[in-house]
Structures are given as structure tokens and as C-alpha cells.
């Protein structure tokens, strides 16, 4: 089986700098990463290309023009490209843990989708974060992210759990519901082209739960890994949120939840649109 890692990135090249690093250390092989980008400059082209020389990363490079907030349309695009039987989803500011493909990898099961966690780490800590700290394996370590700044025991108790081998007991005991989160979840392709992919109505806010909320009529179960497969969220600005947009997307939700609908008519497939060839898996 080969696995696809969709990540999303817009204009924050230092910040998935960071992030490519993270996957060059995974402990799993053998996957490819598909950068679904929302319109970024020439320089990040120039780093995927880095990462694919140096670092040997089989990187795909999916890229459409800045025209606001289209992360569905990108996310959609990067679906249709990937060449993977298993797709993990993530963004290009959550730096994962080295065995963040192994895991997803290794607990995937037909049927069913994971919800995976993040430890969101403050500002000043997210720009400290380097190479050096993910080789060493010291960003690991929650006494020394508390000395660099980390104040959130919640994220804390949960890279401890993780460290402790408990994260499977902490994922059987936590009432916190086992939803699609953008940041770290993965479904199987097939389910994704099944409910038609994202809806391209969506903007920031719920995006992903509203994909997620489809997959689950679809018959997708969600299982909840939060505490066994984790990634570093950076922090960052977040100009393109609004309350129109997020009366919108919920308002989308509400008719999805309410008509337990399950393929949404603007996703991949469009009336009028022409859908490119599908890669081959392997």
C-alpha cells in the first residue's frame, strides 16, 4: 500500500521549511508528499525542489494562483494527484513527529478514518524551532519545550502520554469526540473521491469537519489517535478569517448535518469541469 501526504501550505515558506524537515526524519519510508499550494511565490517552489535534491523527499508540487482563501479547491486538486491508496492530511505549519506516518500507516483500517492530535506551541517557540531540534529529538521532550516558552499542560499531558507508550489508553478514556481535523487525520482515497472531496463553497472555519461529517454518512468511522499520533502546530497570523465566512460554512454544515448528505455538488467533480487523468498508485 502506498501513502500520500497531502499537506497545504500558503506564503509560509520558513514555516514548512520546518515541516519538510520534520518529514525527512520520519521513521516510515516510502511515502510520497503532495504540497497542496493556495497560491504561494516562486520561493517555495525553489524549497520543494531543495528538499527533493538534498533530502531525497519524492515531493508533488500542486499549485494554483492566489485568488483569497481556496483551500478546498487546492485540497481537491492534490486528491486527484496523489498517488496513494491512503491519503494522511496536514497543513504546512504542523511539524510532525517522527513516527507521525508510521503510525497512521500502521493503525489504518478499511472502514475507517483517524483523527489525529496537535500540540500548538506559542509564537516565540514556533519561530525558535529548528533542524536541530527535530534531529536531536529534544522538541520531544516537555521539560524542554516548557523552557522554551510552552505553557499548555493539555499539550503537555498529551506528549507525555505519548512518550509513556499510554497514548492508546489516554485515546480509549478521552470523551473528546474522533472528528476530521485538517491538521492531522487520514481516510482512505477511495472514500475521499466517494463523498466527491471538499466543498468548494467553504472558506476558513469547519472546513474540514464539514468533509469529515460527510465521510461519516458515507459510513466512514472515525477512530480517535490523538494521544498516539501527534504533530507541532506552529502559530501564525490569520488574516483571511471573518465572521461572514464562518455564518457561511456553518449554515454549509447545518444542511449537511440536517440532510445527512453525503456528496456535496461542489467538490471534484463539477458540471462543466474537466477532471484530469488520475496518476497510477505505486
Request: proline share 5%.
Amino acid at each position: 500500500m502506498r501513502v500520500s501526504v497531502i499537506i497545504t501550505t500558503a506564503n509560509q515558506p520558513e514555516w514548512l521549511a520546518k515541516v519538510l524537515w520534520g518529514y525527512r526524519l520520519q521513521t516510515q519510508r516510502g511515502f510520497e508528499l503532495v504540497v497542496a499550494d493556495d497560491g504561494s511565490g516562486p520561493e517555495v517552489a525553489c524549497l520543494l525542489e531543495s528538499f527533493r535534491q538534498r533530502e531525497g523527499l519524492v515531493i508533488a508540487h500542486v499549485w494554483q494562483p492566489h485568488e483569497g482563501f481556496r483551500k478546498c479547491q487546492i485540497l481537491n486538486q492534490a486528491i486527484l494527484q496523489a498517488r496513494g491508496e491512503y491519503l494522511i492530511f496536514s497543513d504546512g505549519d504542523c511539524v510532525p513527529d517522527r513516527d507521525f506516518v508510521a503510525t497512521h500507516l500502521g493503525l489504518a483500517r478499511p472502514g475507517f478514518g483517524l483523527s489525529g492530535g496537535c500540540i500548538r506551541l506559542p509564537m516565540s517557540l514556533s519561530q525558535r524551532l529548528n533542524e536541530h531540534d527535530l534531529f536531536s529529538g529534544r522538541c520531544r521532550l516537555p521539560l524542554w519545550l516548557w523552557q522554551h516558552g510552552m505553557r499548555s499542560l493539555t499539550g503537555l499531558r498529551k506528549l507525555s502520554l505519548a512518550g509513556m507508550g499510554l497514548g492508546a489508553w489516554a485515546d480509549f478514556l478521552t470523551p473528546t469526540q474522533a472528528t476530521f481535523n485538517g491538521h492531522n487525520a487520514s481516510v482512505w482515497r477511495e472514500d475521499a473521491l466517494r463523498v466527491n472531496g471538499f466543498d468548494e463553497r467553504l472558506v476558513y472555519g469547519g472546513l474540514d469537519r464539514e468533509f469529515g461529517e460527510r465521510l461519516h454518512h458515507a459510513g466512514v468511522r472515525f477512530r480517535q489517535v490523538r494521544h498516539q499520533v501527534v504533530c507541532f502546530h506552529l502559530e501564525h497570523a490569520r488574516p483571511y478569517v471573518n465572521a461572514v465566512g464562518w455564518q457561511q460554512n456553518r449554515a454549509i454544515r447545518e444542511a449537511t448535518r440536517r440532510s445527512k448528505r453525503v456528496w456535496t455538488q461542489h467538490g471534484i467533480e463539477q458540471p462543466g469541469r474537466v477532471r484530469p487523468p488520475v496518476p497510477l498508485a505505486g
